[in-house]
């Protein structure tokens, strides 16, 4: 069975970092585009950032361009999110999801499929 | 102030049929195609419709979408009170160079 696993938020300060992980099992991790997508509480969906099954194509959202980092290890199957420089609205949950389906371009293939169950990141003093 | 554009809030009730749209431009639905998901409050989000009009394997077929010039519309026909939840369409957008979001629309069934 597919199954997205996030772990690592929390509370931090403002200013401060997290890195979120996202353990992945149940189908072949490295043929698929991978994301984050955000949403604060009573909020929208928010895509935050997209990675491909190669690393090679990665985009952010201009929210958290120059302060959040995506990548994968895809000899670990898991997924990351390096959080720096945190700000008060980017409290909300962060889930990682799979797109529906393998081998094509970011560009191409955004539909999130597969989600986790989110992980909770609260950036307060 | 989301970048596509829907209602915030349709009712209808059991057994009818209610259209959710989106409006976009010419960066984003204009130019690529739309992904409409469910979200029960509480729970992870579910793809109901990607590449503007296929299913995903086990989405009942009374979830259609469609997609015209800049805009986009999501079709829930045989209306179950299960159907109650927020409703999002998505997009790439070639401006911002990633996926946007609608606002969301809360679907009621009375």
């Known amino acids: 069975e597919m199954q997205l696993v996030e772990s690592g938020g929390g509370l931090v300060k403002p200013g401060g970092s997290l890195r979120l992980s996202c353990a992945a099992s149940?189908?072949?991790?490295?043929?698929?585009?991978m994301n984050w997508v955000r949403q604060a509480p009573g909020k929208g969906l928010e895509w935050v950032s997209s990675i491909s099954s190669t690393s090679t194509y990665i985009y952010y959202a201009d929210s958290v361009r120059g302060r959040f980092t995506i990548s994968r290890d895809n000899t670990k199957n898991s997924l990351y999110l390096q959080m720096n420089s945190l700000r008060a609205e980017d409290t909300a949950i962060y889930y990682c999801?799979?797109?529906?389906?393998?081998?094509?371009?970011?560009?191409?293939?955004?539909?999130?499929?597969?989600w986790g169950q989110g992980t909770l990141v609260t950036v307060s003093s | 102030q989301s970048v596509l554009t829907q209602p915030p809030s349709v009712s209808e009730t059991p057994g009818q049929r209610v259209i959710i749209s989106c409006s976009g431009s010419?960066?984003?639905?204009?130019?690529?195609?739309v992904n409409w998901y469910q979200e029960v409050p509480g729970t992870a989000p579910k793809l109901l419709i990607y590449d503007s009009n296929q299913r995903p394997s086990g989405v009942p077929d009374r979830f259609s979408g469609s997609k015209s010039g800049t805009s986009a519309s999501l079709a829930i026909s045989g209306l179950q009170s299960g159907d109650e939840a927020d409703y999002y369409c998505?997009?790439?957008?070639?401006?911002?160079?990633?996926?946007?979001f609608g606002g969301g629309t809360k679907l009621t069934v009375l």
């Open positions: 998505a997009a790439w957008d070639d401006v911002l160079n990633g996926v946007v």
């Open positions: 999801a799979r797109t529906y389906r393998a081998y094509c371009s970011v560009t191409s293939c955004y539909e999130h499929a597969s």
């Open positions: 149940g189908f072949t991790f490295n043929s698929y585009n």
């Open positions: 010419g960066s984003n639905i204009g130019s690529h195609v």
